[in-house]
């Protein structure tokens, strides 16, 4: 299984800032993908963090505010811009290994 | 989009007794995963149960898989305070089968 070390752990940020979440895997592996978790709620899906390309976002979500890269298969950033309140949630990154999908701790933002 | 729901949304048991939490879904679908995520932690990955398989144990965890009904099934046998989390069903999204959507969760409380 796949081992995700995610950092920052928690952060409190400021409106108006940005702020980039670091993802690194154990291994190498062909899909990553960042979700988010707002306050109570389930987890949804940001984007596919494509090794190479532009990452495939989901409906409400788009790349100027949540820009993502991916250089190897190792390594994802999660960039979350301009913040706002709205935008306190826990990030999580995660990767796909033998059909399982696998979590880091997730980072915690809470926008003042 | 959604694609899994989970019922109860919320159980409250006691320590010893077994609990069962239920998940629905729309279309078909290669995989569902089960995840149990404790308070304010990444999510941990149970069980896989793949669309050919019926059930599947781990320990404690029996996971069923009703294609026809397009539902899922944990249990938890012999509960203990431990087991106290939230705990989401997660299946292929409805647009891919590389994309994993997540339920809303069952809260479960296990009582000493």
């Known amino acids: 299984s796949a081992v995700i070390s995610q950092k920052p752990s928690r952060d409190i940020c400021q409106r108006g800032t940005s702020l980039t979440i670091q993802c690194q895997v154990d291994s190498q592996v062909t899909m990553m993908f960042w979700y988010r978790q707002q306050p109570g709620q389930s987890l949804t899906l940001i984007a596919t963090a494509n090794q190479g390309s532009e990452a495939t976002y989901e409906s409400g979500f788009v790349i100027d505010k949540f820009p993502i890269s991916r250089p190897n298969l190792t390594f994802s950033t999660l960039t979350v811009s301009n913040m706002s309140p709205e935008d306190s949630s826990i990030y999580l990154c995660?990767?796909?290994?033998?059909?399982?999908?696998?979590f880091g701790e997730g980072s915690r933002l809470t926008v003042l | 989009s959604q694609q899994g729901e989970e019922d109860p949304q919320a159980l409250s048991i006691q320590e010893g007794e077994n609990a069962t939490m239920n998940c629905s879904y729309k279309t078909s679908i290669n995989n569902l995963q089960w995840y149990r995520q404790n308070s304010g932690r990444g999510l941990v990955h149970l069980i896989l149960?793949?669309?050919?398989?019926r059930e599947k144990h781990s320990g404690r965890l029996r996971v069923t898989l009703d294609t026809s009904k397009k539902s899922s099934s944990l249990l938890i046998t012999a509960s203990r305070a431990a087991d106290t989390a939230s705990y989401f069903c997660a299946t292929d999204s409805e647009t891919s089968y590389d994309k994993v959507i997540f339920g809303p969760g069952t809260s479960l409380s296990v009582i000493p």
């Open positions: 149960i793949r669309s050919n398989e």
């Open positions: 995660s990767a796909q290994d033998t059909g399982e999908l696998f």
